[in-house]
């Protein structure tokens, strides 16, 4: 079994920052690549950035200039470091990681953590 655990979802107002944190712990050879989503209310969920084992990074088109993600692969730990804040990044994030174990490759998912941008 593979767990998900994030922190650092919090309230703050625009033009603030928050770091998100999401470590991945369990039955975990490899990690392929680990990342976040979001999914505000009444919308889909989407990418919001990208964190491979090799340290390449990709980002959504709306938060390029503002996020940048940051792994440690020693402790199977994601970072998404938040600037400049808007109401719009108001969502509930999710961290998931793809995680080779023994017998195959699977996407896991974090539970969740909630992000409020106040005007």
């Known amino acids: 079994q593979v767990q998900l655990v994030e922190s650092g979802g919090d309230w703050v107002q625009a033009g603030g920052s928050l770091t998100l944190s999401c470590a991945a712990s369990?039955?975990?050879?490899?990690?392929?690549?680990m990342g976040w989503y979001r999914q505000a209310p009444g919308e889909r969920r989407d990418m919001v950035a990208t964190?491979?084992?090799?340290?390449?990074?990709k980002y959504a088109t709306n938060v390029e200039d503002r996020f940048s993600i940051s792994g440690d692969t020693a402790k199977n730990t994601v970072f998404l470091h938040m600037n400049t804040l808007k109401p719009e990044d108001t969502a509930v994030y999710y961290c998931?990681?793809?995680?080779?174990?023994?017998?195959?490759?699977?996407?896991?998912w974090g539970q969740g953590t909630q992000v409020t941008v106040s005007s």
């Open positions: 998931y990681a793809d995680i080779v174990s023994r017998d195959s490759t699977e996407r896991y």
């Open positions: 369990g039955n975990i050879f490899a990690i392929v690549v």
């Open positions: 964190f491979t084992r090799t340290g390449t990074t």
